[in-house]
């Protein structure tokens, strides 16, 4: 267990913020008051949000090792142990899961009428399954988590979704489902391999090339579907644009996360020469997604729409940024996991807040609005810019580094990559303009109340804080980025001189 640093802190961290929801969440049926089910459940979140900063403030960024590390045996007779554990690249995604949860249930506060409780429970649910996927070191107990997620989020979108809402809710279902018996495939093709359900041994473990190729092509799809990846993609603008502004927010900012942090966590390390063998393959369809979600974006006429193929755009970044193999394009690629969930997440909050008003998403119901919403067109403008990778935001940084990556490696990958950066200013321009300055289509709104700003500002700071000072989320995952590169590169070493 050289791998792991053994709790820094007193109490089992990382196993209290994931079994803290869980206990709210079953707590919330004995509360019959729906108001003080709301309360209850922010109350709970923003406890899982408090608890969670020690993470940050005594994680060790000199150190590859997983940190905060929980280790006991679960199922001895198949070597399945609870082991829990963060490091670099793990960390501040378990700490987006924190603070996107509190916004949701502040962003749901009056969007949902009927079956409150049931609506929270789903929610912290959700919280619970996000952070254990994020921290789990056992193949089974990761997959425990995965496929824990798909339940809440399916209720999430069939319950509390538009009138599309079953159809929405089956396609999602079907699709992850779909990807988590691939991803089920590989695992128990490991273990059999290897006997051991241990994510870092497995990590460390050599296998054959061909062995890899059909695990690479099972962990694949699994990731590529959830990503999403084109052709993978058709289930995301559905699930968005059907769901409640909760249920869009956590699939942008947590549930997409999972199939790039597959990627970076199992991929490059578990099957290093594959990844290599198939990373021009990868590369071609994240640009193709760059592109082709950019394109599309560029004719939407409904907000949720086209900020759900904005979506796969900036995703498209994110694999393009894993499969370059430098440490450039790498750190970008898990600073723009983060990014996106900031900024595309707050984008799909300011439809929310629109919507509750004018009850429709179209941007030609909610245009002009730029006089009587100013503080509203404030904030939306802010994270259209972020959405543009504007200089001085947040996207801008994880967005340079990933073309430095590209260049650096492939300057015809960086080159094909250039059109989406155009496309995201132009499509994102476009839907700012119209919804500022646009012919007026809609009627007197009320501009944003102070809960609405409330659980807008952190996201607002954070677009700030990243764009002008990186270095801090740089360096936390600076140490861990470099010793995944060492071992994807002597692993392919190895094969060579054999």
């Not at 089956?170 to 059999?192: E, P, R």
């Not at 241990?198 to 099972?218: D, E, G, K, R, V």
């Not at 997440?345 to 909610?366: K, M, P, Q, W």
């Amino acid at each position: 267990m050289d791998f792991l640093i053994l709790n820094q802190l007193d109490y089992p961290i990382l196993s209290t913020l994931i079994f803290l929801p869980l206990a709210g969440a079953f707590i919330l049926f004995m509360i019959r008051n729906e108001k003080a089910a709301k309360i209850w459940s922010l109350i709970v979140s923003l406890a899982v949000f408090v608890l969670s900063l020690p993470l940050y403030f005594y994680f060790d960024p000199a150190t590859y090792k997983y940190q905060f590390a929980e280790h006991s045996p679960w199922v001895p007779a198949f070597q399945i142990n609870y082991t829990l554990g963060i490091d670099g690249i793990s960390l501040f995604l378990v700490l987006l899961s924190t603070l996107i949860i509190p916004i949701c249930i502040l962003a749901s506060w009056k969007y949902i009428e009927k079956r409150v409780r049931e609506f929270l429970f789903c929610i912290l649910l959700m919280e619970t399954a996000c952070v254990g996927i994020f921290s789990s070191l056992d193949f089974v107990l990761f997959y425990v988590f995965w496929e824990a997620m798909l339940v809440p989020m399916y209720l999430l979108i069939a319950l509390w979704g538009g009138p599309e809402k079953v159809y929405a809710s089956i396609k999602f279902f079907v699709y992850t489902m779909a990807g988590s018996v691939f991803l089920l495939v590989a695992m128990i093709a490991l273990y059999l391999k290897t006997g051991t359900f241990s994510i870092p041994q497995l990590m460390t473990n050599t296998y054959t090339f061909s062995f890899q190729f059909w695990i690479f092509l099972a962990f694949g799809i699994a990731f590529a579907i959830k990503v999403p990846m084109a052709p993978f993609h058709t289930w995301l603008p559905a699930a968005h644009v059907e769901a409640p502004t909760a249920g869009s927010v956590l699939l942008a900012s947590i549930l997409l996360k999972m199939g790039t942090y597959g990627f970076v966590r199992f991929c490059l390390p578990i099957t290093p020469q594959a990844s290599l063998y198939f990373a021009p393959y990868m590369l071609i369809i994240s640009i193709v997604s760059i592109i082709y979600g950019g394109y599309v974006a560029l004719g939407q006429t409904d907000m949720k729409r086209l900020i759900a193929y904005s979506s796969v755009a900036h995703m498209g970044f994110v694999t393009l940024g894993t499969f370059l193999f430098n440490t450039h394009g790498l750190e970008g690629a898990i600073l723009q996991m983060l990014n996106h969930g900031i900024t595309t997440g707050a984008l799909f909050l300011c439809v929310g807040i629109i919507y509750e008003r004018s009850h429709s998403r179209l941007i030609t119901d909610n245009s002009g609005i730029g006089k009587i919403m100013p503080v509203y067109i404030g904030f939306f403008g802010f994270f259209c810019l972020s959405s543009m990778a504007f200089p001085g935001t947040n996207s801008f940084v994880g967005e340079l580094l990933v073309l430095i990556g590209a260049f650096t490696g492939n300057k015809l990958i960086g080159a094909l990559s250039i059109p989406g950066v155009v496309l995201a200013a132009a499509y994102m321009l476009r839907l700012l303009q119209k919804i500022t300055w646009g012919k007026k289509g809609s009627s007197h709104f009320s501009d944003m109340n102070l809960r609405e700003i409330i659980y807008l500002a952190p996201l607002a700071l954070f677009v700030l804080w990243i764009g002008f000072a990186p270095g801090p989320f740089l360096n936390v995952m600076h140490v861990t980025v470099n010793h995944l590169m060492e071992q994807v590169q002597a692993a392919n070493a190895v094969a060579l001189v054999r």
